[in-house]
């Protein structure tokens, strides 16, 4: 029998705090195993408080340079300096100095120093994890080095690791939390990705960014619908953004009501759907309907 | 003086804080308001002002001239971002890896790859009254937010230092468009949420600006929805909290249409008060 062609679900949201996370985990834990999960929020994961995973293989990330100077070789002459578009290098006590949060690692100074007095050298930027959790899942996840760069291709990188999970295990979901925004990480998240599904709030900055995350997916073509998150703190934007869906012929998911249990479960490390509440039927509602919108892209 | 209004975690209430305090202080004198969360800005949508000037930002990014290339192959070489790319008899430029840092061009002994201007974004100037506003919005589809964030602070430098109060609204996160939006602050208010994600994430954003050395300080918003996790640990790190904000259904309603809401809400006017004072104890 053919194996069936494997999905790549990545939920995305622009505005930060619309229920991304939240939302997400609960799909994980609806799809059971399977699916293989990608955390790519890298540079705030937090799926990991929801599903406890064990954190049992991990790997460093190393990405891009930075420009060492080695005193005892350095003339002095500053063309490192003068040629740095990053004003990375600066004179400070008789030496040039580089700036390891400016430097960018182009290694332009490292070419031109008469006295190769540069040598760029690799900078780890964080770390990526292979993981089992406790819904029974596999999950990669990752964590970007405090003001560290490079997050698209960490995003990269941890989407890779699912893929290969998922091709070598048969399952056919990967299920992917993104970053908010609409930069690197988030265009680097909706590489490959068969299905987006948006968080939005009833918010004139909800509608406002949700405006611009769709107009970047449309420019990758990719099939998406969306969730109103806590749709009851505002009817009439909620019916706002409803209007917006249909106007753009993207699909209207589910509204889900401002429910406190939300923030109680995830203090308990928990997810909305492990208990019984409409809440959970909705969510399970959800669930099938993407599964649905797979299958007739499928065919 | 300048307040950078930061978090982790993306929707705590940072543009909340930062709207509010900033249309509050203008009642009294010139105040800067800087939205640097430049690939969601949403200031705007709660000043109600006169928009002045908008300029066009751009990227400098090489183009390849094939009448003068030799393909020697140093540009493919020298490019650490793999942006310029010789396959074969062609040069390659991807545009979004670029960085703009000029070495391909300059080293290129054809002179065959000449710098040209794309456009990034755009930064707007909005005027109420006291308040000045300076938006700055990437174009959708860009990748790198940090290039227009410095050329923000840049015009900003230019135009408007006479303002002696600057609030600036940061992108959510730890990585570099944090790093690049927070770089002249002399204060860093972060904005969190008494949850477990709220947590998480209020810890790594005081590592980074640990890490960039700044006096900061908490604000928790919604304080009455979670536990106590947060307040214990800021007690622990000995990061001071300057207000806590309840969750209240005029504020999120008020928010959710464009509203300002610190005259409906008494705390907000206070937190604001012991906000200011210790930024003032702290520079």
């Known amino acids: 029998m053919p194996v069936r062609n494997m999905s790549e679900i990545v939920v995305l949201s622009g505005k930060g705090g619309t229920g991304k996370t939240s939302i997400t985990s609960s799909l994980a834990v609806l799809a059971g195993n399977k699916a293989v999960i990608g955390d790519c929020d890298v540079d705030a994961a937090n799926m990991y408080l929801l599903l406890e995973p064990d954190f049992g293989k991990t790997f460093e990330f190393y990405s891009g340079g930075l420009a060492v100077i080695d005193h005892d070789l350095c003339s002095r002459c500053g063309k490192c300096a003068d040629v740095c578009r990053f004003n990375a290098i600066s004179y400070i006590n008789d030496q040039y100095r580089v700036n390891s949060l400016d430097c960018e690692g182009c290694a332009y100074c490292e070419k031109i120093c008469p006295t190769h007095a540069i040598i760029m050298q690799e900078r780890k930027s964080g770390c990526v994890y292979i993981s089992e959790t406790r819904i029974g899942s596999t999950m990669v996840h990752a964590r970007l080095d405090i003001a560290a760069e490079n997050s698209g291709k960490l995003v990269a990188r941890v989407k890779n690791e699912a893929r290969a999970i998922a091709a070598r295990e048969n399952k056919p979901y990967i299920i992917v939390d993104g970053s908010p925004g609409i930069g690197c990480p988030v265009i680097s998240s909706l590489a490959g990705a068969n299905y987006v599904i948006l968080i939005t709030e009833p918010s004139m900055s909800g509608l406002h960014d949700l405006r611009r995350i769709v107009t970047l997916i449309k420019k990758f073509r990719i099939s998406a619908g969306c969730i109103v998150n806590k749709y009851d703190l505002n009817e009439e934007k909620t019916s706002e953004i409803k209007q917006f869906l249909q106007g753009e012929q993207m699909m209207h998911l589910a509204d889900l009501p401002y429910d406190i249990h939300f923030t109680q479960m995830m203090i308990e490390g928990k997810t909305i759907v492990e208990f019984p509440s409409p809440l959970k039927y909705t969510l399970e509602n959800i669930w099938e309907k993407v599964k649905k919108q797979l299958d007739i892209k499928d065919q | ?283």
Not at chain 2, 60 to 89: F, N, R
Not at chain 2, 117 to 123: S, Y
Not at chain 2, 148 to 177: F, K, M, W
């Open chain 2, 1 to 283: 003086m300048k307040i950078a209004v930061a978090s982790g975690k993306g929707g705590t209430g940072k543009t909340l804080l930062a709207t509010n305090l900033a249309v509050f202080l203008s009642r009294e004198q010139k105040i800067l308001l800087v939205d640097l969360d430049v690939e969601e800005p949403n200031d705007f949508l709660f000043i109600d002002g006169k928009t002045e000037n908008v300029s066009v930002q751009y990227k400098m990014i090489p183009a390849w001239d094939e009448s003068k290339c030799t393909l020697c192959g140093i540009c493919s070489e020298t490019c650490q971002y793999h942006a310029v790319v010789q396959l074969g008899t062609v040069v390659v430029v991807f545009n979004e890896l670029c960085h703009s840092c000029y070495a391909c061009s300059e080293l290129c002994p054809a002179q065959a790859l000449p710098m040209q201007k794309h456009k990034m974004g755009e930064i707007k100037t909005i005027i109420s009254g006291h308040l000045t506003l300076v938006e700055s919005r990437l174009d959708v589809g860009v990748e790198q937010a940090v290039p227009l964030i410095r050329q923000t602070h840049a015009l900003v430098d230019e135009n408007y230092s006479d303002i002696q109060i600057q609030i600036i609204d940061c992108p959510p996160g730890t990585s570099c468009p944090v790093v690049a939006a927070t770089k002249n602050a002399n204060y860093v208010l972060l904005v969190t949420e008494p949850t477990p994600f709220g947590l998480n994430d209020l810890k790594l954003a005081v590592e980074t600006i640990r890490k960039i050395n700044k006096p900061s300080g908490v604000v928790i918003n919604r304080f009455d929805i979670g536990n106590d996790a947060v307040e214990r640990y800021c007690e622990r790190e000995q990061i001071p909290i300057l207000a806590k904000i309840p969750f209240d259904r005029k504020i999120a309603e008020g928010y959710s249409n464009g509203e300002l809401v610190f005259d409906k809400i008494r705390q907000m006017t206070t937190s604001f008060g012991h906000i200011i004072n210790a930024v003032q104890d702290a520079c």
